[in-house]
């Protein structure tokens, strides 16, 4: 069974930085994309960033293009979220999320993929 697991969250004032982590177990699953979704309250979870094993590419959606970067390390088992000049409307669970088939029923398209499993989310809060 799959596990990812992040960590990172916290509060912090608009126009701050905080970098999110997430790391994938066991360390021998094979993945070919990692993202990260936020979920505001009453909102849907939302694409935010994801990158493909493959050839490194990121994906963006567009209100947190140029502020927020997408990374993974060499084993591709962590990726990180850095997020620089957070909006009050960043607000959120954040959820690191991979395309490893799971028996869960939450399955979310974007624009590197679907994505079929999930972590518990962190919550990032932005205040004035």
């Known amino acids: 069974q799959v596990q990812l697991v992040e960590s990172g969250g916290g509060s912090v004032q608009a126009g701050g930085s905080l970098k999110l982590s997430c790391v994938v177990s066991p360390r021998t699953v094979r993945t070919y994309y990692m993202g990260w979704f936020r979920q505001a309250p009453e909102k849907e979870r939302e694409f935010v960033a994801g990158i493909r094993w493959s050839d490194g590419t990121q994906f963006y959606a567009d209100s947190v293009k140029d502020r927020f970067t997408i990374s993974g390390d060499s084993t591709e088992t962590t990726i990180y979220l850095q997020m620089n000049s957070l909006k009050l409307e960043d607000t959120a669970i954040y959820y690191c999320?991979?395309?490893?088939?799971?028996?869960?029923?939450?399955?979310?398209?974007?624009?590197?993929?679907?994505?079929?499993?999930w972590g518990q989310g962190t919550q990032v809060t932005v205040s004035s």
């Open positions: 999320a991979s395309d490893v088939r799971t028996n869960g029923a939450l399955v979310l398209a974007s624009p590197i993929g679907d994505f079929y499993s």
